[in-house]
C-alpha cells in the first residue's frame, strides 16, 4: 500500500514558477507509476501529467505540454511536478496518485490519492 501528501502549492503571478512534491510512504513506491491530476472548483478532476515507474516515459495533457515537467526520485519517494509559465487557468487543487493499470489520464485507474495541495495564479 501507499500513502501520498502532495505540498509545494501556493499563490503566484501568471507567468510565474511551482514546484509540487509528492512524499510517498511505503515499500511498493517504485513499483507503481505515478500521475498528476487537478481539479478546479466545479470542474471534474483532469489529467496533468503521468510518469512510468523508472522515470522514463512520461505523458501530459495537452494544455500544460511544455511548461510542466514530471520526475520522480525512487530513492526518496518522491514524484514532483514542476509547473512553469503558469496560467491563471492553471489554479486548481493539485494531485498525485499511484497508477493501478489501464488507461494512464482517467482518474478512475489511480488509486492512493493524497489530500491535494492548492495551487493559485493570478492575472
Known amino acids: 500500500q501507499v500513502q501520498v501528501v502532495e505540498s509545494g502549492g501556493g499563490l503566484v503571478q501568471a507567468g510565474g514558477s511551482l514546484r509540487l512534491s509528492c512524499a510517498a510512504s511505503g515499500r511498493t513506491f517504485s513499483r507503481y507509476a505515478m500521475g498528476w491530476f487537478r481539479q478546479a472548483p466545479g470542474k471534474e478532476r483532469e489529467f496533468v501529467a503521468h510518469?512510468?515507474?523508472?522515470?522514463?516515459?512520461?505523458y501530459y495533457a495537452d494544455s500544460v505540454k511544455g511548461r510542466f515537467t514530471i520526475s520522480r526520485d525512487n530513492a526518496k519517494n518522491t514524484v514532483y511536478l514542476q509547473m512553469n509559465s503558469l496560467k491563471p487557468e492553471d489554479t486548481a487543487a493539485y494531485y498525485c496518485?499511484?497508477?493501478?493499470?489501464?488507461?494512464?489520464?482517467?482518474?478512475?485507474?489511480?488509486?492512493?490519492w493524497g489530500q491535494g495541495t492548492q495551487v493559485t495564479v493570478s492575472s
Open positions: 510518469i512510468g515507474v523508472i522515470g522514463i516515459s512520461t
Open positions: 496518485a499511484a497508477h493501478l493499470g489501464g488507461t494512464y489520464y482517467a482518474p478512475s485507474t489511480y488509486g492512493y
